[in-house]
């Protein structure tokens, strides 16, 4: 995959952060991918008119805006021959507090932002699907299980009844 791109992405957004399979990677689990996925909560990047020059360029650009009853306020998809990029447009404080904390890494010839194990646990959890639980348990096998586990516990109490469901049911089989 080329990220060449992804300067131009990062610069074009107020704050944003990497996630998916790359931010597993950068904390030491590594499973394979297709994309490349960002998190920001910069509404900008649902505006078309923000990737006009990705379009010149020959990339398909595909905004999607989240309803009011979505827990995304959209999606946006980058695509050209060999790029695949997916930018989550978040729409909660807890989110851009997960950006805010995010360390920076160096990943190709970029460096980009990455969130903590603990805060990937965190989208993890908010996503909720069966392979977002099977990373968490991954996560937690690379360490430092105790000190995650004990600031997982400290992040969910402000957090939505359904993480911290969520949580709870990972806890009881640990």
């Not at 791109?5 to 499973?31: F, H, N, T």
């Not at 460096?111 to 937690?140: E, N, Q």
Request: charged residues 30%.
């Amino acid at each position: 995959m080329n990220l060449d791109v992804l300067p131009v992405i990062v610069e074009k957004l107020q704050s944003c952060c990497v996630i998916g399979a790359y931010a597993l990677a950068a904390r030491g689990y590594v499973r394979q991918t297709t994309d490349f996925d960002l998190m920001t909560t910069d509404r900008r990047a649902l505006d078309d008119s923000t990737w006009k020059d990705f379009q010149d360029r020959g990339f398909r650009v595909d905004v999607r805006r989240g309803d009011a009853d979505d827990p995304l306020a959209g999606v946006v998809r980058i695509v050209g021959s060999d790029t695949s990029i997916d930018i989550v447009v978040a729409r909660y404080k807890w989110q851009q507090q997960v950006i805010d904390r995010s360390q920076p890494m160096k990943i190709g010839v970029s460096t980009l932002m990455i969130p903590t194990a603990a805060d990937i646990i965190l989208l993890k959890l908010f996503a909720g699907g069966h392979a977002d639980v099977y990373d968490i348990y991954r996560i937690l096998e690379i360490g430092p299980r105790a000190d995650l586990i004990d600031n997982i516990d400290a992040a969910v109490r402000s957090l939505p009844d359904d993480i911290r469901q969520r949580w709870d049911d990972v806890r009881r089989t640990l």
